[in-house]
């Protein structure tokens, strides 16, 4: 009897402790997005510079990915709406071909966006080390951070913990958000934030400092 209630008691715990601990932390997450995450361009204050956060420029059927088409939208109408003067584009280029940051860069500019006022940051390979590089290698300590809601409450935590003083503009949702593997696939990626965040995880490359407006791209990449 006793080596029963014991295993259930273990049980118990190892069940209800993730769901707690899930509960806490969004709890926190949301609370510190709560009045510094905005919907539309009117309501942005003007900053110098937005993090833009990278995705596949397609989706696995071959077809434009809705997240990346509505980033690159948002981040070109707070660019044309005067509410920031560079873009800081920063996304995976850890495979030969597959180049977040320079698939935003061309997108951008088909909608007008000057590519002076664009800086290309490739080693953003997950969100933790494309907020912590845009202060450690980019100097920036104040951003808008332009990405889907659900990301940018991640996005903003990750700045407040990293010393950045930053808002987020929410670029429009997909109905792909709304399902249940976004959902756990979000809160694992909330995981590893915490993980990194109290370890104090240095992104997985550093490197020298880079100047916005002084970064020069090779002749390809023009």
Known sequence: MLR???VLAVTGCLVCVPIIATLISERLIKANALGRSFDSTEEVPHHPVALV?????????????????????????????????????SGDNGIQGYNEPMDMRRSLMDLGVDSNRITLDFAGFDTYDSVVRAKRIFGQERLVIVSQRFHNERALYIARASGIDAIGFNAEETGITRTAYSWVRERGA??????????????YFLGEPVTLGEQVLPASMR
């Open 4 to 6: 029963t209630t014991i």
């Open 53 to 89: 956060l990278g995705t596949a420029a397609g989706s696995a059927s071959g077809r434009p990915n809705a997240y990346f088409v509505n980033r690159v939208q948002a981040a070109a109408a707070l660019y044309h709406a005067g509410k920031v003067d560079h873009l800081l584009l």
């Open 190 to 203: 909330r995981l590893k934030m915490w993980t990194y965040i109290l370890l104090g995880v240095d992104p």
